[in-house]
C-alpha cells in the first residue's frame, strides 16, 4: 500500500505509523502540487482526489525525506544550538550586571579571577539573588554543552564526508556535521548554486561607509 501527502510539520508520528504498519509513503512537495491543482477550489476532498491523481499519473513530485537517524541526529544540533543562545543571553545578563555597578570586563568576567572579583561586588538584594542564581544557570549550562560538543565531534569522525569538509578553512564539527545531515543525497541536487541557496549560505551585505561586510546565515532545517 502506498500513500501520498503533502510536506508539513508535526507528521512524524504518522510516519512512524504508516512505516510500523508496512505502508511505503511518499511525501510530495506542497508548491508543487498547488501548481498542478485544476480546479481552485481547495478542500480535503479535492485535496486527496489531487494527490491521488498524480500519484496514478506518475507525475506526483515527491521529495528526499531524511532518515531516523538523520533526523535524531538534526535534535543534536539543534539542541545545542539552542542551548547556546540560553547561554549567551545568560551571559549577556551577567555583563549588564557587572556594567551598571562600572565594570567593563568583557570576557575576563567568566574567567575565574573576573568571576571572583565579580561575586564580591556589593549589590542590592534582588541584584544579588540575579547574580547568583545567574551564575547557577551558567554552571549548569557549560558541562551540558561541553557533552553535546563531544558528541558532536564523534558524530563527525563516523563520516567521511564531514571530515572532508573540515579540511577547509573555517568549517568547524557543527558546521560540517550540520551542513552533511541537512544536504543528505547531494545528486538531488541540480546544481551547486541550488545547495547554497537550499541551507541558506546566501551572504547578505552590511557595509557601513567604505568597509564592505558580508555575512552568511546558515540555516539548520531540524524539523525537515
Known amino acids: 500500500m502506498r500513500v501520498g501527502m503533502e510536506a508539513t510539520g508535526y507528521s512524524r508520528w504518522f510516519e512512524r505509523l504508516l512505516a510500523e504498519l508496512g505502508f511505503e509513503l511518499w511525501i510530495g512537495d506542497p508548491a508543487e502540487i498547488e501548481a498542478k491543482r485544476v480546479k481552485k477550489r481547495k478542500t480535503d476532498k479535492e485535496d486527496a482526489r489531487l494527490l491521488l491523481r498524480l500519484m496514478r499519473e ?6 528526499w525525506v531524511p532518515s531516523p ?8 544540533l539543534w539542541h545545542r544550538h539552542r542551548m547556546v543562545q540560553m547561554r549567551t543571553r545568560i551571559m549577556n545578563q551577567l555583563q549588564a550586571l557587572a556594567m551598571n555597578e562600572g565594570k567593563r570586563w568583557k570576557s575576563k568576567l567568566f574567567s575565574q579571577p573576573g568571576r571572583a572579583e565579580f561575586e564580591k561586588l556589593a549589590l542590592g538584594p534582588w541584584a544579588s539573588r540575579r547574580r547568583s542564581e545567574l551564575l547557577e544557570l551558567l554552571d549548569l549550562l557549560n558541562p551540558n554543552l561541553a557533552e553535546l560538543t563531544a558528541a558532536v565531534e564523534q558524530e563527525v569522525h563516523k563520516r567521511p564526508e564531514a571530515l572532508r569538509l573540515m ?9 560540517a556535521l550540520a551542513f552533511v545531515l541537512i544536504i543528505g543525497t547531494p545528486e538531488r541536487f541540480a546544481r551547486g548554486k541550488q545547495i547554497g541557496t537550499y541551507v541558506g549560505m546566501i551572504p547578505s551585505e552590511d557595509s557601513s561607509g567604505d568597509k564592505q561586510r558580508r555575512m552568511f546565515s546558515f540555516a539548520i532545517r531540524a524539523a525537515a
Open 69 to 76: 537517524e538523520n533526523r535524531d541526529l538534526r535534535q543534536l
Open 58 to 63: 506518475d507525475c506526483f513530485p515527491q521529495i
Open 167 to 175: 579540511t577547509h578553512p573555517g568549517v568547524g564539527p557543527i558546521t
